[in-house]
């Protein structure tokens, strides 16, 4: 249940990559030119692991608004959080509550455009409601998870050495255990809510950003231009915010927008188990509730999930033309 | 004979490697067990109906719960030594049983899909490749996208909704016709009807993905030196592709079917509970509701292990592929 | 001397450059003809052009001819041209390291050539493998032929490119800068293979340099190109006692190589201002912004190709040779 | 007192493939105001000597002294200083620059960190070294990859003398450049080296490069200096033959072609043969040489060598 998972191969690519160029440092056959170009195995996101591509934003934003499935990707995600910004206003009752005779279908009652459930709440206000709390909990984890892993990535590729050995053991447990198991386990422990569930999702989310940094900065240490900053007695920090990360970010923005897709998505399982915030209505939950009703009224399953399908498509169109706009080298096979 | 060689070898460092994985992961295992609201006295002592703080304190030290942490940590590990994994007093039959009796059913259904996932990924993906920039391509790399976006649980309701509620051509849940007493083929084929929907729902995101990895890789691989060598060679484009892209195109490919076991656990959970299949997922989901942690947890443990080991497996598989593994 | 290879006119189109423009020249059988340039030069680009392997997004001009052995090869149907490619045509690359497919045996990958178009057995083709082997030098080939490419080193890889580029006994092998990646003594050794082979199976060889030195000692004849033409052609002995054009003479005299004795301590080097990316774009002669003979005029239209003495020509009127005066270029201007 | 001096250096790297002996004792010494060229192939250790003289490598055992000065265990802080008056110019002119920051980006760095003036002061250092070699004064608005090889490679020059170095460690420099982009830096390198009065340890593949440019030459062989000897002794009387060899090896339009003078590959530094490690591919070898390792003696005046046979050749 992680689509996140995706970026992994970039990273074991770019690890590799690393590997490569440090053992050619190391027999000093960099002359020799890159060992195995086709040692940079590609995945599904993108071939251009830290080669440092040249791009300056003003062409990446070109690139991005000229590509038609981004910019509906970015509109489509922009009507989202404008509904989420105004349901209140519109629908400024509990959402929960009882307002009509259940199972109205779709159309049959203009006052309720997608109809009642099975205890007489309007699914409209349902959808409008739940763009809230999924875009809550996807906008949070991510930014919770991205932060940690940059971090833990970024130390483990620049220090290397020891700190880099127990960073990769830690990274490699969160990865073994399987994610969606782990973040139920931690939902039922912790009793869900939505901070819970945030906190879950980020801890489950943290260390595909990590590995991801980690890959991109041991391969980016080793570049000349880095090995030029420390000729020139730079401190730490200045090289790996200067000089590294910046080089670093086109991958990891590229993965922000996947993550908060994934999140969203593993919010909307857990409310449809039951483990959402119960105080909350959230698309997954109302398909859990629309689910024992499925032969006879589908549409109560059918219309929060086309919300989840369309908002997560969103995000990962956005996320293919950044990378389109990002990683200049794939986009010419588009 | 050399692949063999390059297979031991990098399976006897895989298995060293995943060790201390191994170890962390039932130290942690251990700790959430412990942050778990309530133990086994208190669940018990519930179920029972009856139960005052002294007999509840009995329980306690009977089952060693009010020993020091690190004690009670030694004891989990001799446990585990032992193939223990506690005792759920829900279904009043030791955790490592209950699990052993739902691990096949979940199995299988992550074989299905995975199968079905690698299949179909790498077709659409070549179709893809062959067709980049075009018209079907484009049309394949939305389907594809889309796939990648629908919730799994989502599409096995309306799977359900299409399949058996409106054109009841197949079974909506469970894992085969109750008392059919069916032997040989036909019971093949029956458990075969009610494997479809499940694994098609597991699988469909995961045909996104190989889709998507498949497209790309052989995209590299075809800007490769080594095939401009081939095709300088004049072979036709049918025996490069086939003989010098494919291979190496697959690489990558292995190395992630193997990461996508832990993630088709998870997805697992949701479809099984959606379909009523008798497998892990679907106990995990009944201990979710019950707060059965001790199962819960067990689950947890034993699934990281089929994580290890297909990790493991991947590794050989890619060790016995790919020549450069081991020169490693 | 029938001709092998004629070349006529090429060039080669991108959306929006021309990176090869009007290239002609010949190459007689049994002839190493060097095509020397710097980055840019479009080179490698002709070398693609000949094998019909060019990326998608190149073209042949229509008014191009490349004929090969009397047969012409632009607009020959793919399955025509792949009769050729391996077998009459073969091509070796710069890269040793990426130019082997790294899952394939070397073995495999040389007897595949043979039996697709000698239709050898598998075994049959094995064993001509071994023979190759042997014949590019490769000690204890029954043993080295199933190694993977990884297990080799850079020189012994060139040379298994070698071995598949002559297993069809080809008339023409177009050598893409076989020795750029190599340290000098390999590249001594992969040279000297080459011109053996050459001489053994008597094939023509076009051997595409960046290098002076390897052009002096191993061309029969010499094409240099600089932004996609070609400014001047002469045997090597004359090229190098008596360069023409301006950048053929800045080149040598820029380069350290060719200067032996001199020391920074007796004065800098002969610089040629500014780098090709000057020329893109240019009208009249792509030189023009770096030469310091540079006139007005040449700026006007691209300068012809004149014959200023037997065997030679240069794409420049106001050159002066300082031995004996050129008698056809007075004729001209 | 030698500006550098380096003795007994040794830097080992463990590979999968066992111990790689990248530099396996060296003793070098660059004068103040001396180019010396260290020449040898790929996989020769050249590299990793040059940047373990800079401590961006971490030497396994020896001694780098700096103006007498032993850096080898100084720790990076303390190293900060040194770091001043020892610095490098890269091979690749397209990876050495940080591809997301302007020229005045990166050059305006290394005044920062080592505290030099005001920001006025550093505008008009960059903009003072920018012209000095030879780039047009709206470089520092633009970046990297607006530029051609040779420009950035006047970029990367420019870096490495903005703080006022004593010491210049060249690897490669001219390696990735067209020929005619070549004459070019290695005329500005000179011109640099009047007008700072520079030193450089030239490190380079290329022995022609070599010739024009250095005062001594350094010849290493699987890591090790197998001669050493002034640039006019070294063209007119090489006596190690791997010297020799890879003098011959060089095609020369002057001279007619010949044999490749050597046969074989460069053994694995990994995997170093005993003996004269040399004894594999040379073409005089005698049982001496498979058995022992030849010292490093004395020629002639300035003239060393290591092999036993260097008395016999000439």
Known sequence: ?334 | ?328 | MTSLLQVDNLTIRFTRAEPVRNLSFEIGHSETLAIVGESGSGKSLTALALMQLLPSAAEIAAESRISFGGRELTGLAAREMRHLRGREIAMIFQEPMTSLNPVMTIGRQIAEVLMVHEKLSGRAARRRAIELLELVRIPAPDKRIDDYPHQLSGGMRQRVMIAIAVACKPKLLIADEPTTALDVTIQAQVLDLLDTLRRELRMAVILITHDLGVVAQWADNVVVMYAGRKVEQALPGDLFDDPLHPYTRGLLSASPRLKRDFHYRDGPLTEIPGSIVSAVGEAGCPFRPRCNQARASCGHHVPPLIVPAEDRLVACPFTTSSKAVPHAASLRF | ?314
């Not at chain 1, 030119?33 to 080669?51: C, E, H, L, V, Y």
């Not at chain 4, 004459?183 to 022609?208: C, P, R, T, W």
């Open chain 1, 1 to 334: 249940m992680s689509i996140a998972d995706a970026v992994n191969i970039r990273d074991r690519a770019a690890e590799r990559q690393a590997a490569a160029a440090q053992e050619a440092a190391a027999t000093g056959a960099a002359a020799d030119g890159p060992a195995w170009s086709n040692m940079k195995a590609p995945d599904a996101r993108s071939q251009q692991s830290a080669t440092v591509a040249i791009t300056n934003g003003r062409r990446a934003l070109t690139v991005f608004l000229t590509n038609p499935n981004a910019l509906f990707g970015a509109g489509f995600l922009a009507f989202v959080i404008l509904v989420a910004l105004a349901a209140p206003i519109l629908y400024p009752e509990d959402p929960l509550s009882m307002v009509a005779r259940p199972f109205l279908w779709p159309g049959q009652d203009p006052a309720y455009p997608l109809g009642t459930d099975g205890l007489g709440r309007d699914v409209l206000a349902g959808i409008l409601h739940g763009a809230r709390i999924s875009l809550f909990v996807g906008l949070f984890a991510t930014v919770l998870g991205l932060t940690f892993g940059v971090l833990v990535g970024a130390t483990a590729g620049y220090f290397g050495g020891w700190v880099d050995d127990v960073l990769v053991r830690l990274i490699e447990i969160f990865q073994t255990l399987p994610s969606f198991v782990l973040l139920v386990v931690l939902v039922a422990i912790a009793q869900p809510s939505a901070t819970t569930v945030t906190l879950a999702i980020a801890i489950i989310s943290w260390p595909t950003v990590a590995r991801l940094t980690r890959a991109e900065f041991r391969a980016i240490r080793e570049k000349d231009f880095v090995v030029a900053a420390r000729s020139l007695g730079y401190g730490h920090g200045r090289i790996i915010f200067h000089e590294i990360l910046p080089n670093a970010l086109p991958p990891i923005i590229v993965t922000s927008s996947v993550m908060v897709a994934t999140a969203i998505l593993m919010e909307s399982a857990l409310s449809f188990m039951g483990l959402g915030d119960p105080n909350v209505v959230s698309w997954g939950s109302m398909i859990g509730t629309g689910r024992e009703l499925v032969r006879t009224a589908w549409y109560l399953t059918a219309l929060p999930g086309l919300a989840i399908v369309f908002t997560v498509l969103a995000l990962n169109l956005i996320g293919d033309g950044l990378n389109d706009a990002l990683n200049p080298r794939f986009s010419q096979d588009r």
């Open chain 2, 1 to 328: 004979m050399a692949a063999l060689l390059r297979t031991v070898r990098t399976l006897r460092r895989t298995l060293l490697h995943a060790i201390p994985t191994l170890l962390g992961i039932i130290v942690l295992n251990f700790f959430l067990l412990q942050l778990a609201p309530g133990d086994a006295a208190d669940v018990m002592a519930g179920e029972a109906g009856s139960a005052t703080t002294e007999s509840v304190a009995a329980l306690r030290s009977r089952f060693g719960l009010d020993n020091p942490v690190l004690v009670q940590l030694g004891d989990y590990l001799n446990n585990l030594a032992h193939f223990s994994l506690g005792f759920s007093p829900r279904y009043g039959m030791p955790v490592a049983e209950l699990i052993g009796q739902r691990l096949p059913g979940t199995l299988t259904l992550m074989v299905s899909a995975l199968a079905i996932a690698i299949l179909l990924g790498i077709v659409l993906g070549a179709l893809m490749a062959a067709f980049a920039g075009r018209i079907p391509d484009r049309l394949l790399s939305i389907v594809s996208l889309l796939f990648y976006s629908i919730p799994s649980f989502w599409i096995g309701l309306m799977l359900i909704v299409l399949f058996s509620v409106k054109l009841g051509w197949l079974p909506s849940g469970g894992a085969g016709t109750i008392g059919s007493r069916l032997t040989g083929l036909p019971a093949l084929l029956d458990t075969a009807r009610y494997m479809v929907l499940p694994a098609t729902s597991l699988a469909l995101f995961y045909v996104a993905i190989y889709a998507r990895l498949t497209r790309a890789s052989m995209l590299e691989v075809k800007n490769q030196d080594f095939v401009r060598t081939a095709y300088a060679k004049g072979l036709t484009p049918f025996r490069v592709t086939s003989r010098h892209i494919l291979r190496n195109a697959l690489i990558p490919i292995t190395t992630m079917a193997g990461m996508h076991v832990g993630g088709m656990l998870g997805g697992a959970v949701v479809v099984e509970t959606v379909y009523s299949w008798p497998g892990l997922g679907r106990l995990a989901f009944e201990a979710v509701m019950a707060r059965d942690f001790t199962v819960l947890l067990g689950i947890l443990l034993l699934s990281s292990l089929l994580v290890i080991a297909a990790n493991a497996a991947v590794d050989l598989l890619h060790a016995w592929v790919d020549p450069r593994i081991g020169a490693r």
């Open chain 4, 1 to 314: 007192m030698p500006l550098l001096s380096v003795s007994d250096l040794k830097t080992h790297y463990k590979s999968r493939d066992g111990l790689l002996r990248a530099v396996d004792g060296v003793d070098l010494v660059v004068e103040r105001g001396e180019t010396v060229g260290l020449v040898g192939e790929s996989g020769c250790g050249k590299s990793t000597l040059g940047k373990t003289v800079l401590r961006l490598v971490e030497p396994t055992a020896g001694r780098i002294a700096f103006k007498g000065e032993d850096i080898t265990t100084r720790d990076q802080k303390s190293l900060r200083s040194v770091r001043k008056s020892i610095q490098m110019i890269f091979q690749d002119p397209y990876a050495s620059l940080n591809p997301r920051q302007t020229i005045g980006e990166i050059l305006e760095a290394p005044l920062i960190v080592h505290k030099a003036g005001d920001r006025a002061r550093r505008q008009q250092v960059i903009s003072g070294i920018v012209a000095k070699v030879g780039l047009p004064a709206d470089s520092i608005n633009r970046y990297p990859h607006e530029f051609s090889g040779g420009q950035r490679q006047r970029i990367g020059i420019a870096r490495a003398l903005l703080l006022s170095p004593e010491l210049v460690v060249c690897d490669e420099p001219v390696s990735a450049l067209d020929l005619s982009i070549q004459a070019q830096i290695l005329n500005l390198l000179v011109e640099m080296k009047k007008e700072f009065g520079l030193s450089y340890l030239f490190i380079s593949h290329d022995l022609s490069v070599v010739r024009y440019f250095a005062d001594r030459v350094l010849v290493m062989y699987l890591g090790r200096i197998v001669e050493s000897a002034d640039n006019a002794t070294l063209w007119s009387d090489p006596r190690h033959p791997y010297t020799r060899a890879l003098m011959d090896a060089v095609p020369d339009p002057a001279r007619p072609r010949q044999a490749a003078p050597l046969g074989g590959d460069l053994p694995s530094p990994s995997d170093i043969p005993t003996g004269c490690r040399f004894h594999t591919r040379c073409p005089l070898a005698t049982d001496l040489c498979r058995t022992h390792e030849p010292e490093f003696r004395t020629v002639a005046p300035g003239h060393q060598v290591a092999c036993h046979l260097a008395s016999h050749i000439h």
